[in-house]
């Protein structure tokens, strides 16, 4: 009795780890996805961090945010990226062998063919400091203040999707950048939050950033660029063709046309253009 009793305890437990070994086998391997994403996007991306590894808990999100033109390098440069979300398409189009040579001048190619989507717009916007100490009210306000030397802007520098944004808006004025700088008018930041930091802390009298960061900053915005002025703000979005995990990047680049995720994104400001 004590035999059978044994021998009946080893099949349930051989069968138990029989069990065991299938779900292993079938269970989920965790993976990273890294993205790479405009620093505009630090907040609204971090919430939905949240939602989509709720959903996906094998799943972890590695976001690298900073400037786009900082992160096309690191992308050419040989970093690891699954996806990319660029402030503006140059960028985008400089990784895109399908677009035009003039713009991807080196002949790169690392986005994944049939996966790119133009995701969100955000608008150019004019931030003033609490209390808006030196009264600027509109764009027209700040040219004739920079032409006085009595305004200190700050702005993005060239490499930067926003600083180029600017330097559009000075083309629209007819502003000499390069004078203006002399002159000691303008401040620069290497990426949108360091212009939106020296806003915030009063460090300039006003800041050309972009309507999301501006809110999530909690600044005044006092006006906000025309596309005759500096052109649409667009954000393409992209899986990389060197992406290790291309289905799930997939996915990932999917729910940010959610419903869900166009909630979040709207909340600050962006407008999503995946649906027009």
């Known amino acids: 009795m004590k035999k059978m009793a044994k021998r009946i305890l080893c099949l349930a437990c051989a069968a138990l780890l029989g069990l065991c070994g299938a779900y292993a086998e079938t269970a989920p391997q965790p ?15 971090t919430e ?30 040989g970093a690891e990226c699954d996806v990319f979300i ?66 200190l802007l ?13 330097q559009k808006i000075f083309a629209f004025y007819e502003l000499n950048e390069e004078e203006l700088a002399q002159s000691g008018v303008i401040t620069y930041g290497s990426n949108v939050k360091e212009v939106t930091t020296q806003v915030s802390e009063a460090a300039v009298d006003c800041g050309i950033i972009y309507a999301t ?19 649409q703000v667009i954000y393409p979005a992209a899986v990389l063709n060197i992406t290790k995990h291309e289905e799930i990047a997939k996915d990932f680049l999917s729910f940010l ?9 709207e909340a600050v400001g962006f407008s999503p253009l995946h649906a027009e």
């Open 31 to 45: 993976v990273e996805l890294i993205v790479f994403a405009a620093a505009s996007m630090t907040e609204t991306l």
């Open 48 to 77: 939905l961090k949240a939602v989509y590894e709720a959903e996906h808990p094998e799943v972890t999100i590695v976001y690298n945010f900073d400037s786009s033109g900082t992160l096309k390098t690191q992308i050419e440069s």
């Open 86 to 151: 660029s402030a503006a398409p140059k960028q985008m189009n400089q990784l895109d062998i399908s677009a035009n040579p003039e713009v991807n001048t080196a002949g790169l190619d690392f986005v994944l063919q049939g996966t790119r989507i133009d995701l969100l717009e955000n608008k150019v916007a004019l931030a003033v400091p609490e209390g808006n100490p030196k009264g600027i009210e509109s764009y027209d306000a700040l040219v004739e203040g920079l032409k006085k030397g009595d305004v």
């Open 154 to 166: 700050a702005m993005g520098n060239s490499d930067v999707p926003v600083g180029q944004y600017t």
């Open 213 to 231: 960061d501006a809110f999530s900053a909690g600044l005044q915005v006092v006006d906000t660029a025309t596309k005759e002025m500096c052109g």
């Open 257 to 265: 046309t959610t419903e869900a995720a166009d909630a979040v994104f």
